[in-house]
């Protein structure tokens, strides 16, 4: 399985950008796709996340980010509105679920979004 980013970039703080990410491969299930992103000096946190139906935002993003699921092409998209520098980092893009013969937990290569002053 190959997860596919793209969409990142460098723009000015209260800019929109919008990230996506496509898996492709022997994919029986997806349950989750996800964002998250790894800022300088930081942890990787959870963005934004679509398990099972439900919706989860870190408190950070709440109303400036919105995630959705084109389950159809196995495509997770990142709509981010209202961009602020500390939303500086690289995003990277989560799958889990299963393929035919085993649990899948697959991550994407990270794509940069930087948000200057």
């Known amino acids: 399985v190959q997860l596919q980013a793209s969409g990142g970039g460098l723009v000015q703080a209260g800019d929109s950008l919008r990230l996506s990410c496509s898996a492709s491969?022997?994919?029986?299930?997806?349950?989750?796709m996800g964002w998250y992103r790894q800022g300088p000096v930081k942890q990787r946190e959870l963005v934004a996340s679509?398990?099972?139906?439900?919706?989860t935002y870190s408190d950070s993003v709440k109303g400036r980010f919105t995630i959705s699921r084109d389950d159809a092409k196995n495509t997770v998209h990142l709509q981010m509105n209202s961009l602020k520098p500390e939303d500086t980092a690289v995003y990277y893009c989560n799958v889990k679920g299963r393929t035919l013969l085993l649990p899948l937990d697959k991550w994407g290569q990270g794509t940069l979004v930087t948000v200057s002053s």
């Open positions: 679509i398990t099972d139906g439900v919706i």
């Open positions: 491969g022997p994919i029986f299930k997806i349950n989750a």
